[in-house]
């Protein structure tokens, strides 16, 4: 036996020892180590205003920031608890991969090939894929875009299956631009460097609202009819997080529809119908079986408001952005969002 | 125990340290892995890209599978890294002897380049110059300062020559032809040492190529070729050959990043060959360009090979920073794939193997460069 030999047989032999303790250990849920952190570590973007961008000081704002701390308070009761880890589109599925944040709240849309790999609990917000122009250059219609230049993200982001869509559907090619980051595409794109920018239809709303050095000048349009619904994921195979995720975006939903708001919940706790005051605190059987402190529901509707509070909030009518809630509205307004039942 | 014993036994611990330290890292890492339910393979190589390259010198669509769409992002890569080495080490030569000029003039416009190119971060060079380019070239119109030639913030467009299908032969008969008159002149240079005459032989090689050269152009090319004009339209250009602000900005912020370092290399490079051999040669009755060509410089090579070596593989390393603005080099395509597939961990290897694989054969190169150096003067 040569002595390399020799040394690769024992490294192996404690490799193999070593491997056995460690899988010994017993799988925790992340909730009970967001607990023994003290706080959520949650996604940022790279800056869209009304979804998530930090104001002047530093702290994050917008409805997709305001996701991550409905569920802080629900699992730390303190909304304020959260980390949040600026990410652009590339990063954010191995962030959650590798454990570098708990809870991905970012315009990420649901896929198939996204959820083999991450797991989505919830839709949160319905969008589209909307492509800015300039109203002087007179493209009108996605089918004029023909040969025209695009600035986009890179990095897989999925506004490329709309564009996809659009040069198969009117036998054209476009020229795409890419930047690693939404930021950059957009300024290149207010530079004058593209015709056109694409981007998911509440930040394109955003952007044009506060960025743009003169809003009228630029119009927007659907790319396609395609929704891209935008939701929370989390790591694969963590029933008691997936729990805890979906609950919680449920109790804004069901705030919302039953007129619990952050002004009147300490009232419905004590005054309001019998399923109201069992779930804001009554019955502490709902936060029993997901670990968390029987008055979850109501902090998170006490610190954060329902889903109309978060959505006004952000990108409501007394917001620069001004977007409209389409297809968000609830069901019974004529949109997509609903409440889960409780029993 | 004597000492051979002692040392051994001191060796023996270090590595069971080391592959003690390697398996826990590999034990950790696959309970990890198991945890967060992530499966390893590569049957992803194999699917469907599905996204676009921004620019791809190898022909590239959606429909080809993610090891195409890498391939074509190592392509990018390269070709990145060849033009920057070829200019930097160009420039950088030229500012090298500039440094050492009795010319106070050059002399201080040398040092200044050197000092800002090689004192500055690379990325902070490529954003200033790109949006320096958003904000002097022509935004809402296209200027045309020579007739053909259109420029604005879309890129510089200039008549692009098309060649039915033949460009890969026209390429490869140029490259042909150098080699050609390359060996040409290596036959003559040895039979100057042997016999002291030297022969016109490379000046007949360059007629007779330029002869054939234009039997082939008047021929073959005219009668097939036809030239691409680029045309305005609004804001936008289409047709011709376009380079694109953001290819331009790579090659030149890098390029000018670089070049200082080179021009430092080639300063010590000159200053290492001593006075003395200046005035011997001068003393033989050598021209100055001569005695560069044929005293200082093969002299200097055996000094600048290794450090070059080392600014053509931060070459490559530097490229990477393209990701900022918009360049699908093959870190960015590696990126893409990972985040449409999630193989990440995969992805990360490919990346550290790839930069690998090119700068060791890179590294492998200069070092047969270098032997050469080192035997031809000794």
């Known amino acids: 036996m ?156 999925l506004v490329e299956n709309a564009l996809d869509e659009l040069e198969e559907k009117h036998k054209f090619k476009m020229k795409r631009v890419y930047f690693d980051s939404t930021i950059t595409a957009r300024d290149t794109y207010f530079a004058g460097r593209c015709d056109a920018y694409v981007t998911d239809g509440l930040a394109a709303q955003s952007q044009i609202a506060t960025v743009a050095k003169n809003p009228a000048e630029h119009s927007t349009m659907y790319a396609g009819d395609a929704i891209e619904p935008n939701g929370i994921a989390i790591p694969r195979g963590d029933d008691r997080l997936f729990d805890v995720a979906r609950w919680t975006f449920n109790v804004l939903i069901w705030a919302e529809k039953n007129g619990i708001t952050q ?53 409501g009518e007394n917001t620069p952005i001004k977007a409209d809630r389409r297809l968000n509205k609830l069901y019974s307004e004529g949109g997509l969002m609903f409440p889960l039942p409780w029993d | 125990m004597n000492r051979t014993q002692r040392n051994l036994a001191y060796q023996a611990a270090a590595l069971l340290l080391v592959f003690g330290a390697v398996a826990l890292v590999v034990a ?3 309970a990890n892995l198991a945890d967060r339910g992530i499966e390893l393979g590569t049957e992803f190589l194999g699917d469907r890209a599905g996204f676009t390259l921004s620019e791809s010198w190898l022909p590239y669509s959606p429909e080809d599978s993610n090891l195409w769409a890498i391939a074509a992002g190592i392509v990018n890569t390269l070709v990145i890294s060849l033009f920057v080495a070829f200019f930097a080490t160009f420039i ?22 050197v000092e800002i190119a090689r004192n500055s971060p690379p990325i902070l060079l490529l954003l200033f110059l790109y949006s320096f380019l958003g904000q002097v070239l022509p935004v809402a119109d296209v200027v045309e300062p020579i007739q053909g030639v259109y420029l604005s913030l879309r890129g510089l467009a200039i008549p692009a020559l098309d060649l039915q299908g033949m460009g890969w032969s026209v390429t490869g008969g140029v490259l042909l032809t150098l080699i050609g008159i390359g060996s ?34 008047v021929l073959l090319l005219a009668p097939s070729a036809s030239v691409e ?40 490079g000159l200053q290492s060959v001593t006075r003395g051999q200046w005035e011997a040669a001068y003393a033989l009755g050598l021209s100055r360009g001569r005695t560069l060509r044929l005293v200082v410089i093969p002299q200097m090579l055996r000094v600048i090979i290794p450090p070059m070596t080392s600014q053509y593989i931060n070459i490559v390393k530097n490229s990477t920073l393209v990701i900022a603005i918009g360049y699908a080099d093959f870190m960015v395509v590696t990126g893409t794939v990972i985040n449409k597939t999630s193989h990440a961990i995969e992805g990360t290897v490919i990346i550290i193997a790839v930069y690998l694989a090119i700068n060791l054969s890179l590294s492998a190169l200069m070092n047969q460069v270098n032997r050469r150096v080192q035997q031809g003067v000794g």
């Open chain 2, 28 to 30: 950790t890492a696959s």
């Open chain 2, 229 to 268: 004009l680029p045309k305005a339209n609004g804001p936008d250009i289409v047709g011709g050959f376009i380079l694109s602000p953001e290819f331009f900005t790579l090659i030149t912020g890098l390029t000018f990043y670089t070049s200082g370092f080179v021009a430092e290399i080639v300063r010590t």
């Open chain 2, 92 to 113: 950088g030569t030229g500012l090298g002897i500039l440094r050492l000029s009795e010319n106070a003039l050059a002399k201080s416009f040398a040092r200044s380049w």
């Open chain 2, 184 to 217: 040409v002149a290596k036959a003559t240079a040895s039979r100057q040492r042997e016999t002291g005459l030297c022969p016109p032989w490379v000046k007949w090689a360059i007629a007779a190529s330029a002869l054939l050269w234009l039997l082939i152009i």
């Open chain 1, 263 to 315: 002004a009147n919940v300490d009232d419905m706790a004590k005054n309001g119908d019998a399923v109201t005051k069992r779930i804001l605190g009554g019955d502490p059987a709902f936060g029993r079986s997901m670990g968390l402190d029987s008055k979850w529901a109501y902090n998170v509707i006490k610190q954060v408001g329902n889903y109309k509070e978060i959505w006004d909030r952000n990108l």
């Open chain 1, 2 to 157: 040569t002595r390399a030999m020799k040394c690769i047989s024992i490294g192996l032999l404690l490799g193999t020892a070593l491997a056995g303790c460690s899988n010994g250990a017993k799988k925790e849920s992340l909730v009970e180590k967001i607990k023994a952190r003290g706080n959520l570590n949650c996604s940022g973007s790279q800056g869209i205003p009304g979804l998530s961008r930090p104001d002047e000081k530093g702290i994050w704002r917008g409805f997709d920031s305001d996701v991550c701390r409905a569920i802080a308070a629900a699992i730390l009761g303190d909304a304020t608890k959260v980390r949040f880890v600026p990410l652009n589109a590339a990063q954010r599925l191995p962030a959650v991969q590798t454990g570098e944040i708990d809870i991905l709240s970012r315009t990420t849309t649901l896929t198939f090939t996204r959820d083999m790999a991450i797991r989505f609990v919830v839709n949160t917000l319905y969008d589209g894929d909307v492509v800015i122009t300039r109203k002087a250059d007179g493209i009108t219609e996605p089918a004029k875009l023909g040969g025209r230049t695009i600035c986009m993200q890179g990095g897989g982001s």
